[in-house]
């Protein structure tokens, strides 16, 4: 079964450090999605990708954060000088893209704790 | 802006009971409805979703939801649950036009023996 994966699945970093995730999403999907979800808090929509082109950032990603798509296959997303508040789970989704709606599969995130 | 409240954060029920984890919504404009499931250490997996159509919409694993427009509610239930249904339950919605899901808070299902 080749769904959604992400690495790693655990960081643990201290303040002021860069951090790099990775999401492989299912091979055909060309929409991926970045999510942050808090302790006790539901996903927050971060970034989304339709091919390699990152059409919409939430005002949540601030610019210490960045994403990438290069090739319209895996994405990446980068947190630069990470502070404390930064600590969460980070959740990619993908979805093929044909229709106005089509859903969402996501991956088993990556747990950031920052020190 | 869309926003959606999960009226209860925990729900303990007992095993065989059923269950109805509430869920509201606001949006001016149309909207699709889902619930997700997490457990532990895991990513979400989608329950069940209303797009349009039958207001009543089942899922896997037992649960249903309807959609109630007017009181702009899409409540989860299951008539009698398990064990292995503990875990961690998210509504979301989302827009005609736009990609992102707007989740609620989550309500986390405890089912005692």
């Known amino acids: 079964d080749t769904g959604v994966s992400q690495d790693p699945r655990h960081k643990i970093t201290k303040r002021g450090q860069n951090v790099t995730f990775r999401c492989d999403p299912i091979s055909e999907h060309n929409r991926l999605y970045w999510y942050r979800q808090t302790l006790g808090q539901g996903p927050e929509f971060l970034t989304y990708?339709?091919?390699?082109?990152?059409?919409?950032k939430s005002r949540l990603l601030s610019d210490r954060f960045s994403a990438e798509r290069p090739k319209g296959s895996f994405s990446t997303l980068e947190i630069q000088r990470t502070e404390q508040g930064d600590s969460a789970m980070y959740l990619c989704?993908?979805?093929?893209?044909?229709?106005?709606?089509?859903?969402?599969?996501f991956g088993p995130g990556t747990r950031l704790t920052v020190l | 802006a869309q926003s959606v409240t999960q009226l209860d954060s925990q729900v303990p029920v007992f095993e065989e009971a059923p269950v109805e984890l509430r869920c509201n919504y606001s949006?001016?404009?149309?909207?699709?409805l889902f619930w997700y499931v997490q457990y532990p250490n895991q990513g979400l997996q989608l329950l069940l979703k209303y797009l349009s159509g039958s207001t009543l919409v089942k899922g896997i694993n037992g649960f249903e939801a309807e959609f109630n427009k007017s009181q702009t509610s899409f409540h989860l239930r299951k008539p009698s649950v398990h064990i292995s249904d503990t875990a961690e339950y998210f509504c979301?919605?989302?827009?005609?036009?736009?990609?992102?899901?707007?989740f609620g808070q989550g309500t986390r299902l405890t089912i005692n023996p």
């Open positions: 990708f339709q091919n390699e082109a990152q059409l919409e």
């Open positions: 979301a919605v989302g827009i005609q036009g736009a990609q992102k899901l707007v």
């Open positions: 989704a993908s979805s093929l893209g044909t229709s106005d709606y089509n859903e969402q599969f």
């Open positions: 949006s001016s404009v149309s909207v699709y």
